[in-house]
Every structure is written in structure tokens, then in C-alpha cells.
């Protein structure tokens, strides 16, 4: 369905604008009428001057009749807007509209905000730190293909493989090493107990705060917090190995791995939590990101399910 929304403000200024024009046509007729008083008579009547300026000034009694018909009109369709706006917010759907504000929002590509503290904020930190640790530890753990690997220093890859018949493993260095598939790496990453940790942080962050909710909002919320997180630990995962898999960051330091892993926490926070989007599933009268889609989304579905039973 298409809403005609209307610029409140600029509304307002029309109003404004028809006001100053009916005083400002009234004070020239005024200024008209003065100079007519004290214009000699015989002037007037040798040059029909008099007739030329009663016109005058009753072409402008009719403008401004006009102005202030105009004013009146604008006035009251202001107001009657506005009370339309408070019968229909309330309507699934329509709650948007109360968030309006008469002002047409600035976005970018259907963004409207970026809430640059969004990674650094209350449950968010920890939760960065953690995401950023399971991007570490997946590379770290599980960077190489079917060997276990010690990485040196200069670059070279300390490969140990297993000799079998109860022999211990003998080792060898070979330079640089092939790297795991970002698939790969995703499923590494989702068996990584520290990112159900940030998860459940988020979990119970959301419990806490829903304690008054229906049940499908908080069910709809802990399945959101599932979903995008565990998300968020797959896509960060395969994003750190494609990073480090570029050639000039093969021999990176673990310094490097660090940062990289932490960038790609941050950079995944922003595009979940830090972005905000010209739309509102959840009702809230403010505008949604991902990860509160999500939840709307999952909420909006259990409604729906337990409506089928009613």
C-alpha cells in the first residue's frame, strides 16, 4: 500500500508565508490610502488620480480577502492532519506515520543513521571482544588443511603429520601453507564455545529487558539473537581467513590476525546494530537495523502461528 506523507513543517510555512503576505498587502493599501488623504483635491480630480487609486486599493481588499481565505484553509487542514495522524497510528502498520514528525527523513540508500558507537556500547563490547577472539582462534586453530600447524615467525609453517603404527609424528616446515575454505572456517567458527558465550550475553541481555513481554517476544527475540549471532560468527570467521589469505598477508605476524579479527568484529557489529534503516517491523517508532529485522521478524511469525490456533 502507498501513504502520501506530508512535510509538516514546510505545511506550516505555507501558513506562515500567507499571513505575512495579507499584513504586508494591507499595510500598502494603509500607506496607499494615507498619501491619498493628504493629495491635494484639484491634483485628484485633473488627473482622475482618485479613481486610479480607489481601484487600486480594491483590487487589494480583494487579495487580501483571498490571503486570509487562504490562511484559514491551510490552518485547518494543518489541524485536521494532524488528527488524522493520531486516529491512524495506531493501526498495525501505520505506526511509522506518528514517527513522521511532518519531516522527511534523509537517507542514503534507505539508511538513515549510523550509530557509530554501536560496537562499544553496554553488552555490544563484550560481545565484539568475543566475536573478535573466535575470529583469532578459528585462524589460529584451524587456518590449514588436514594438518596440524605451527606457524613460525619468518613465514614457514611447522607441519606436523602423523606417522602411524604408534610412532610419534615427525615434522616438517613448508613455506606459507594452504588455507582453509571460507566454508570451512564457517563451521569452525560455530563450534567455537566463546561465540555461543556472546551469544548467550545477548540472550540474556534480551531476557532481562523483555521480562514484561509476551511470550513471542521474547521467544522471537532469543531466536533473533540466535540466528544473528550465530551469523556473525560464520560470515566473521570466513572474512578473517579471506583476509589473511591475500598474499601479501600470508606471513603476516599474529599481531596483524589481531587486528584484521577485530576489524571484522566491529565492521560486522555496524552492519547488524550500527545501521539503521528507514523502516520499523518492531513498532517501536524508531528506525530498525538488521538484527532488529530479525527479531521482528521472528516475533511477527509467532504471532501469526499462534493466531492460526485461536
Request: glycine share 8%; with cysteine.
Amino acid at each position: 500500500m502507498t501513504y502520501i506523507m506530508v512535510d509538516k513543517t514546510k505545511f506550516k510555512g505555507f501558513e506562515q508565508t500567507t499571513k505575512n503576505l495579507s499584513r504586508d498587502w494591507n499595510d500598502i493599501k494603509v500607506s496607499i490610502q494615507t498619501t491619498y488623504s493628504v493629495i491635494d483635491w484639484e491634483v485628484l480630480a485633473s488627473t482622475n488620480l482618485d479613481k486610479t487609486l480607489i481601484a487600486i486599493t480594491r483590487s487589494m481588499d480583494d487579495h487580501i480577502v483571498l490571503l486570509n481565505k487562504m490562511t484559514f484553509f491551510l490552518t485547518n487542514t494543518y489541524r485536521d492532519y494532524d488528527e488524522m495522524i493520531e486516529e491512524y497510528c495506531s493501526i498495525e502498520g501505520l505506526s511509522f506515520i506518528k514517527n513522521y514528525h511532518g519531516n522527511v527523513k534523509q537517507s542514503f540508500l534507505g539508511i538513515t543513521k549510523l550509530d557509530l558507537s554501536a560496537p562499544f556500547v553496554g553488552t555490544n563490547l563484550t560481545g565484539t571482544m568475543l566475536n573478535a577472539w573466535v575470529f583469532l582462534n578459528t585462524f589460529v586453530k584451524n587456518r590449514f588443511k588436514d594438518f596440524d600447524v605451527i606457524r613460525s615467525l619468518n613465514g614457514h609453517a611447522l607441519i606436523k603429520e602423523s606417522q602411524g603404527n604408534g610412532l610419534p609424528p615427525s615434522f616438517k616446515y613448508q613455506k606459507g601453507g594452504e588455507f582453509i575454505s571460507r566454508k570451512a572456517a564457517a563451521l569452525a567458527a560455530l563450534r567455537d564455545s566463546v561465540g555461543w558465550l556472546s551469544i548467550g550475553i545477548d540472550v540474556a541481555s534480551d531476557l532481562a529487558e523483555n521480562k514484561r513481554e509476551p511470550a513471542s517476544k521474547i521467544i522471537g527475540d532469543t531466536l533473533g539473537n540466535i540466528f544473528v549471532g550465530a551469523g556473525v560468527n560464520a560470515l566473521g570467521a570466513a572474512a578473517t581467513i579471506g583476509i589473511m589469505s591475500i598474499p601479501a598477508l600470508v606471513s603476516a605476524p599474529i599481531t596483524t590476525v589481531v587486528a584484521v579479527g577485530f576489524g571484522v568484529s566491529v565492521g560486522l557489529t555496524y552492519i547488524t546494530e550500527g545501521i539503521k534503516w528507514n523502516v520499523d517491523l518492531d513498532n517501536d517508532d524508531e528506525d530498525d537495523s538488521i538484527k532488529d529485522m530479525v527479531k521482528a521478524g521472528f516475533t511477527n511469525g509467532l504471532e501469526t502461528v499462534a493466531g492460526w490456533f485461536k
